[in-house]
């Protein structure tokens, strides 16, 4: 699916799959951390099940309005140990497959909402 942001200075996916993600004209395999701010970080989890604490307590660092979490073709939920950090700073975190994290990350971006998305590609 193509898609195009409304607002081109905020770091946004150009385009997705089952398996990537495109952010400005690279083709990203990879998990990955993003940010509407232009942060963008190689997340080294290939697996659900890999997911740390560590990954949400660097999220929280960035101190976004919101954190969207893909969980990759389908909906997993983190368990609320591994999200603490978040729920420390009273940011906000919402968990959707990759590719729904993908629409939703843009939008918010294109509005203006600092946000942060952190993809898992499996």
Not at 72 to 95: K, Y
Request: charged share 20%.
């Amino acid at each position: 699916m193509k898609i195009h942001p409304d607002k081109p200075h905020v770091q946004s996916i150009s385009a997705y799959g089952p398996d990537w993600i495109q952010v400005a004209n690279e083709k990203i395999t990879r998990s990955v951390l993003l940010d509407s701010r232009g942060k963008r970080l190689d997340w080294p989890c290939n697996r659900f099940e890999d997911i740390t604490a560590e990954l949400f307590e660097q999220l929280a660092q960035w101190q976004p309005e919101l954190v969207i979490f893909g969980s990759g073709e389908r909906l997993r939920f983190a368990h609320p140990s591994l999200t603490q950090a978040l729920i420390q700073q009273q940011i906000g975190l919402e968990t959707m497959d990759t590719q729904a994290a993908c629409r939703t990350y843009n939008i918010l971006a294109a509005e203006g909402r600092y946000v942060a998305v952190a993809l898992l590609m499996r």
